[in-house]
Nanobody, 111 residues
Framework: QVQLVESGGGLVQAGGSLRLSCAAS????????MNWYRQAPGKQRELVAQ???????NYADSVKGRFTISRDNTENTVHLQMNNLKAEDTAVYYC?????WGQGTQVTVSS
């Protein structure tokens, strides 16, 4: 069973940057798509960004131009570089891949 461990969340002022990382273990096959989701208080979990093994990426409209997803296939890790953060980006961020979910990491953006 896959285990996912996230890191990199925290508190940042609006306009600042954070980099999230997620490392997968417990699997030996290649991962096709790696995803980042987020869930704000009182809202449904939403897809933020995804990256396919081919390198194709997809972003939510709200983060396009500010967030960049990347992956390291040799280490089964995925990163989310978040720039120009806004108060509305405040949420718990989850990575999702190979049928598993991370524990979530809190991102708080103060305005």
């Amino acid at each position: 069973q896959v285990q996912l461990v996230e890191s990199g969340g925290g508190l940042v002022q609006a306009g600042g940057s954070l980099r999230l990382s997620c490392a997968a273990s417990g699997i030996i096959f290649s991962i096709n798509v790696m995803n980042w989701y987020r869930q704000a208080p009182g809202k449904q979990r939403e897809l933020v960004a995804q990256i396919f093994r081919s390198g194709f990426t997809n972003y939510a409209d709200s983060v396009k131009g500010r967030f960049t997803i990347s992956r390291d296939n040799t280490e089964n890790t995925v990163h989310l570089q978040m720039n120009n953060l806004k108060a509305e980006d405040t949420a718990v961020y989850y990575c999702n891949m190979a049928g598993g979910w991370g524990q979530g990491t809190q991102v708080t953006v103060s305005s």
